[in-house]
């Protein structure tokens, strides 16, 4: 199953997954990270990266957040989103949610 990215993920884009993804399945809009499920070939590199505990194997994905597996497919398919292959500056509001999470 591939890796999902959930809510952790808004309003911080933290891209630590980003460099250890071996196929660049990462894309992103102006407030998070997605994955796309055809491209994630479910290495595992990427959730242990998350500074924010924002990603799962779709099978781990906690039944709060289930609805997350559909939108990382629907967000990926659609077009439209950046191709995120490098690290790049977290958004300014990151910190402050990473500290919100307790983490």
């Known amino acids: ?3 999902v990215v959930t809510e952790n993920c808004q ?3 933290f891209t630590d997954c980003v460099e250890v993804c ?3 399945c990462f894309y ?3 407030r998070m990270l ?3 499920p055809d491209e994630c ?3 595992g590199a ?3 990266a998350c500074p924010v505990q924002a990603i799962f194997s779709a099978d781990d994905v906690p039944a709060a957040q289930n609805s997350w597996i559909q939108v990382n497919a629907d967000k990926t398919n659609a077009g439209g989103l950046n191709h995120i292959t490098e690290t790049q500056t ?3 509001t990151a910190e402050a949610k990473k500290a919100r999470l307790g983490l």
């Open 90 to 92: 977290p958004l300014p």
């Open 41 to 43: 070939i479910d290495c």
């Open 11 to 13: 309003d911080c884009r």
């Open 22 to 24: 071996p196929v660049d």
């Open 34 to 36: 997605y994955i796309h």
């Open 46 to 48: 990427c959730e242990p």
């Open 28 to 30: 992103g809009d102006d």
């Open 1 to 3: 199953m591939p890796y």
